[in-house]
Protein backbone atom coordinates (compact mmCIF):
# COMPACT_ATOMS: atom_id res chain seq x y z
CA UNK A 1 0.00 0.00 0.00
CA UNK A 2 2.44 1.96 0.93
CA UNK A 3 4.47 2.01 -2.52
CA UNK A 4 1.63 2.75 -4.32
CA UNK A 5 0.68 6.12 -2.32
CA UNK A 6 4.66 6.79 -3.05
CA UNK A 7 4.20 6.32 -6.61
CA UNK A 8 0.60 8.53 -7.04
CA UNK A 9 2.14 11.30 -4.73
CA UNK A 10 5.31 10.92 -7.31
CA UNK A 11 3.04 11.22 -10.35
CA UNK A 12 1.11 14.17 -8.38
CA UNK A 13 4.97 16.19 -8.25
CA UNK A 14 5.68 15.22 -11.66
CA UNK A 15 3.08 16.81 -13.07
CA UNK A 16 3.68 20.07 -11.99
CA UNK A 17 6.91 20.10 -13.16
CA UNK A 18 8.40 21.48 -16.05
CA UNK A 19 10.16 19.09 -18.72
CA UNK A 20 13.71 20.02 -17.42
CA UNK A 21 12.88 19.36 -13.99
CA UNK A 22 11.17 16.53 -14.66
CA UNK A 23 14.22 15.07 -16.63
CA UNK A 24 16.14 15.66 -13.61
CA UNK A 25 13.43 14.42 -11.06
CA UNK A 26 13.37 11.30 -13.11
CA UNK A 27 17.06 10.71 -12.98
CA UNK A 28 16.88 11.29 -8.84
CA UNK A 29 14.44 8.95 -8.58
CA UNK A 30 15.74 6.37 -10.97
CA UNK A 31 19.36 6.45 -9.26
CA UNK A 32 17.89 6.24 -6.02
CA UNK A 33 15.73 3.36 -6.94
CA UNK A 34 19.07 1.53 -8.52
CA UNK A 35 20.93 2.18 -5.34
CA UNK A 36 18.32 0.01 -3.02
CA UNK A 37 18.58 -2.36 -5.58
CA UNK A 38 22.43 -2.78 -4.65
CA UNK A 39 21.66 -1.82 -0.75
CA UNK A 40 18.83 -3.89 -0.12
CA UNK A 41 20.53 -7.18 -0.45
CA UNK A 42 23.52 -6.66 0.61
CA UNK A 43 21.23 -5.63 4.02
CA UNK A 44 19.54 -8.66 3.66
CA UNK A 45 22.95 -10.86 3.89
CA UNK A 46 24.40 -8.92 7.25
CA UNK A 47 21.02 -9.60 8.21
CA UNK A 48 21.20 -12.98 7.80
CA UNK A 49 24.72 -13.32 9.42
CA UNK A 50 24.13 -11.76 11.93
CA UNK A 51 21.28 -13.89 12.70
CA UNK A 52 23.66 -16.78 12.02
CA UNK A 53 26.00 -15.58 14.44
CA UNK A 54 23.33 -14.71 16.99
CA UNK A 55 22.36 -18.73 16.44
CA UNK A 56 25.54 -19.33 17.03
CA UNK A 57 26.59 -17.64 20.45
CA UNK A 58 23.35 -19.03 21.76
CA UNK A 59 24.32 -22.44 20.46
CA UNK A 60 27.54 -22.42 22.36
CA UNK A 61 25.56 -21.15 25.43
CA UNK A 62 23.42 -23.85 25.55
CA UNK A 63 26.95 -26.38 25.28
CA UNK A 64 28.61 -24.35 28.31
CA UNK A 65 25.36 -25.00 30.38
CA UNK A 66 25.73 -28.43 29.93
CA UNK A 67 28.77 -28.88 30.59
CA UNK A 68 28.59 -26.97 33.89
CA UNK A 69 25.46 -28.94 35.09
CA UNK A 70 27.33 -32.55 33.82
CA UNK A 71 30.19 -31.59 36.14
Same mark, same amino acid.
Given at each position: MDIVRHDCGREKVRRQLGVPQRRCFDADYNGEQNSLKERI???VER? /??LQASIANVSTN /???RSALIILR
Open positions: PQAV /EK /EIR
